[in-house]
């Protein structure tokens, strides 16, 4: 495990040497298995995690069954701080994308963090916020952006996060199935294989598996829009 992409989480936000220490020594490390599921939703919820390796999927499943994911967290991110902020059941159920390498944080060890160290609280606050104004931005995309551009967006977000720069374009291992890129994007698993074939043929991406390759940023940005 590498201490730094933990200190990078906003848990570590403006904490001296010895605090960024005594935080990390009450962490506990996991691991999961590709596939493993971490929690459900509507599970009770009595800690928070740091993703230290690997990638995480947020997502919820209908009463028939369909699902939707909410996020895909990489290394540094943290999950599982709701039901901590507003007491109740988990809001999702995360499962391991990729072999992942976790630390947690007991609920009731946060409260001493956040009254000793407002920076943190304040690193907290600023997750919140950036995650309700992506979801507000999701929520209008779904209703105003047609399903190409809501691909086109949703690989810029992985580009943002997970890409490479390369000599040939930006590699984007998101490590997701095709299925899970449709349900990270809200449409059919076809919808959306149809608009990245659209893409790969206009030569934009080249497709992978479980990775893209950015070839013209500009156009995929214009088609997000
Ligand atoms: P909690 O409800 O405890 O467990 C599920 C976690 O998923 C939740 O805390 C958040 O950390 C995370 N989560 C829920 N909704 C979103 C979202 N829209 N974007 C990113 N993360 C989310």
Same mark, same amino acid.
């Given at each position: 495990?590498?201490?730094?992409?933990?200190?990078? @989480? =906003?848990?570590?936000? $403006?904490?001296?040497?010895?605090?960024?220490?005594?935080?990390?020594?009450?962490?506990?490390?996991? %691991?999961?298995?590709?596939?493993?599921?971490?929690?459900?939703?509507?599970?009770?919820?009595?800690?928070?995690?740091?993703?230290?390796? $690997?990638?995480?999927?947020?997502?919820?499943?209908?009463?028939?069954?369909?699902?939707?994911?909410?996020?895909? /967290?990489?290394?540094?991110?943290?999950? $599982?701080?709701?039901?901590?902020?507003?007491?109740?059941?988990?809001?999702? %159920?995360? %499962?391991?994308?990729?072999?992942?390498? /976790?630390?947690?944080?007991?609920?009731?060890? /946060?409260?001493?963090?956040? *009254?000793?160290? =407002?920076?943190?609280?304040?690193?907290?606050? *600023?997750?919140?916020?950036?995650?309700?104004?992506?979801? *507000?931005?999701?929520?209008?995309?779904?209703?105003?952006?047609?399903?190409?551009?809501?691909?086109?967006?949703?690989?810029?977000?992985?580009?943002?996060?997970?890409?490479?720069?390369?000599?040939? $374009?930006?590699?984007?291992?998101?490590?997701?199935?095709?299925?899970?890129?449709?349900?990270?994007?809200? @449409?059919?698993?076809?919808?959306?294989?149809? @608009? /990245?074939?659209?893409? @790969?043929?206009?030569?934009?991406?080249?497709?992978?598996?479980?990775?893209?390759?950015?070839?013209?940023?500009?156009?995929?940005?214009?088609?997000?829009?």
């Amino acid at each position: 495990m590498n201490d730094d992409v933990l200190r990078q @989480a =906003p848990l570590f936000s $403006g904490l001296d040497d010895d605090a960024a220490a005594a935080l990390e020594s009450s962490m506990t490390p996991s %691991t999961l298995r590709r596939g493993e599921v971490l929690f459900n939703e509507g599970d009770d919820g009595d800690k928070l995690y740091v993703v230290t390796d $690997g990638k995480i999927k947020l997502g919820r499943t209908s009463p028939d069954g369909r699902e939707n994911l909410l996020a895909i /967290l990489g290394p540094g991110q943290m999950f $599982g701080e709701l039901s901590f902020f507003d007491p109740g059941p988990r809001s999702a %159920t995360a %499962t391991a994308v990729t072999d992942v390498d /976790l630390r947690s944080l007991g609920h009731e060890a /946060l409260s001493p963090v956040l *009254n000793a160290h =407002p920076d943190v609280a304040h690193a907290l606050l *600023n997750q919140l916020a950036g995650r309700l104004r992506r979801t *507000n931005e999701v929520v209008g995309d779904l209703v105003f952006s047609d399903v190409p551009g809501r691909v086109a967006k949703a690989l810029l977000d992985l580009a943002g996060r997970f890409g490479r720069r390369a000599d040939d $374009g930006i590699h984007v291992n998101h490590d997701l199935t095709q299925e899970e890129l449709a349900q990270l994007v809200g @449409a059919s698993r076809e919808t959306v294989n149809k @608009a /990245l074939a659209d893409f @790969a043929s206009r030569s934009w991406l080249r497709l992978e598996p479980r990775s893209v390759i950015i070839l013209d940023l500009e156009r995929l940005q214009k088609r997000s829009r």
